[in-house]
């Protein structure tokens, strides 16, 4: 039986939406929220057959407005790469199992899935082992030749709207600030995750990469955009030296990106820069994953200490 009061949680017409979708002789017998997410409401639901085999599922529902304005948009991009990428060699995404991007039958806009084994890993534990695994990952997700492309990647921060972080060095930033006022460099295009990072992988103990979750952001666009997301999620769960070394680990796994330095710097700079407006929602759920050293004010000074790193190294 399903326990009521978590039932509750899903609420009646998702409930329903969801039992629609399931093979003739299977029910919802519980379910788990998932921790970590930012944009959406993540729940693992358990589907039970008459041999009392069990299965599980993923649902995904946007309930804040400011997401539920963009839901459409991002559930069809996640829809289509997680119809796509069950066929793709060596990237372990989820399978669509149904989606309602305009809540035409549920509360909210929601997108069910198949359920991928393995666990995020965010400590600094391991990760000389797991960072060349995430490199070879994401060279493998650039490989995929979809025979419809993507729409094309979404970079909404500006030279305006970045946030420069209290006691910062503020002749880095003021630099770093002047690369992205420029115009985007030429790119060949490549499939993106555009939010590929170690919150959104998962390992087994070996560890192996087990699945790659959140296409919410599948995208066309330059290869190092991704790898600049990576650099900067690394940078600042485990410190500016790994952020650099993942752009190498990268290379070393087959993955090409700009020849010339200043394009590269460019994509670097310009996702660094995006984190300095979201640290307070990218610190959270590090912290509930049991990182709670990172304070959005400790967050705040390892993105210091990477943009000036960047400036450093690639300037």
Same mark, same amino acid.
């Given at each position: +039986?399903?326990?009521?009061d978590?039932?509750?949680?899903?609420?009646?017409?998702?409930?329903?939406?969801?039992?629609?979708h399931?093979? /003739?002789?299977?029910?919802?017998?519980g379910?788990?929220?998932?921790?970590?997410?930012?944009?959406?409401? +993540?729940?693992?639901?358990?589907?039970?057959?008459?041999?009392?085999?069990?299965?599980?599922?993923?649902?995904r529902?946007?309930?804040?407005?400011?997401? /539920?304005?963009?839901?459409?948009?991002?559930? !069809?991009?996640?829809?289509?790469a997680?119809?796509?990428?069950?066929?793709?060699?060596?990237v372990?995404?989820?399978?669509l199992?149904?989606? !309602?991007?305009?809540?035409? %039958?549920?509360?909210?806009?929601?997108?069910? +899935?198949? %359920?991928?084994?393995?666990?995020?890993v965010?400590?600094?534990?391991?990760?000389?082992?797991?960072?060349?695994?995430l490199?070879?990952?994401?060279?493998?997700? %650039?490989a995929?030749?979809?025979?419809?492309?993507?729409?094309?990647?979404?970079?909404?921060?500006?030279a !305006?709207?970045?946030?420069?972080?209290?006691?910062?060095?503020?002749?880095?930033?003021?630099a770093?600030?002047?690369?992205?006022?420029?115009?985007a460099?030429?790119y060949?295009?490549?499939?993106?995750?555009?939010?590929?990072h170690?919150?959104?992988?998962?390992?087994?103990?070996?560890?192996?990469?087990?699945?790659?979750?959140d296409?919410?952001?599948?995208?066309?666009?330059?290869a !190092?955009?991704d /790898?600049?997301h990576?650099?900067?999620?690394?940078?600042?769960? %485990?410190?500016?030296?790994?952020?650099?070394?993942?752009?190498?680990?990268?290379e070393?796994?087959?993955?090409?990106?700009?020849?010339?330095?200043?394009?590269r710097?460019?994509?670097?700079?310009?996702?660094?820069?995006?984190?300095?407006?979201?640290?307070?929602?990218?610190?959270?759920p590090?912290?509930e994953?049991?990182?709670?050293?990172?304070?959005?004010?400790?967050?705040?000074?390892?993105?210091?200490?990477?943009?000036?790193?960047? +400036?450093?190294?690639?300037?």
């Amino acid at each position: +039986m399903v326990n009521r009061d978590e039932a509750a949680a899903v609420r009646p017409l998702t409930l329903e939406w969801v039992r629609r979708h399931l093979e /003739v002789g299977e029910r919802i017998v519980g379910f788990q929220v998932l921790r970590g997410g930012v944009t959406a409401e +993540m729940r693992r639901l358990t589907i039970g057959a008459r041999d009392g085999s069990t299965r599980d599922l993923v649902l995904r529902t946007y309930v804040d407005p400011f997401f /539920v304005e963009r839901a459409e948009d991002l559930l !069809d991009r996640e829809a289509g790469a997680l119809t796509l990428l069950p066929g793709a060699a060596g990237v372990p995404a989820p399978a669509l199992v149904a989606v !309602d991007p305009t809540a035409a %039958h549920c509360e909210y806009p929601s997108l069910l +899935m198949s %359920h991928v084994p393995g666990r995020t890993v965010l400590g600094d534990e391991g990760l000389e082992a797991r960072v060349p695994l995430l490199a070879r990952q994401l060279v493998a997700i %650039h490989a995929v030749r979809p025979a419809e492309r993507p729409r094309e990647y979404v970079a909404l921060t500006t030279a !305006d709207t970045v946030v420069v972080p209290k006691r910062a060095d503020a002749v880095a930033w003021a630099a770093a600030i002047d690369v992205i006022r420029k115009p985007a460099p030429a790119y060949e295009g490549r499939f993106l995750h555009r939010d590929f990072h170690p919150g959104n992988v998962l390992f087994d103990a070996a560890p192996r990469v087990t699945g790659v979750v959140d296409w919410a952001g599948a995208s066309w666009g330059p290869a !190092d955009l991704d /790898v600049a997301h990576c650099s900067t999620n690394l940078a600042l769960l %485990h410190g500016p030296v790994w952020g650099l070394r993942f752009v190498a680990a990268y290379e070393e796994a087959g993955g090409v990106l700009a020849a010339v330095a200043s394009e590269r710097l460019y994509w670097q700079v310009r996702d660094a820069l995006a984190f300095s407006e979201e640290v307070h929602l990218v610190a959270q759920p590090w912290r509930e994953a049991g990182r709670a050293e990172l304070t959005a004010r400790a967050v705040e000074e390892r993105l210091d200490d990477y943009v000036t790193a960047l +400036m450093d190294a690639l300037g």
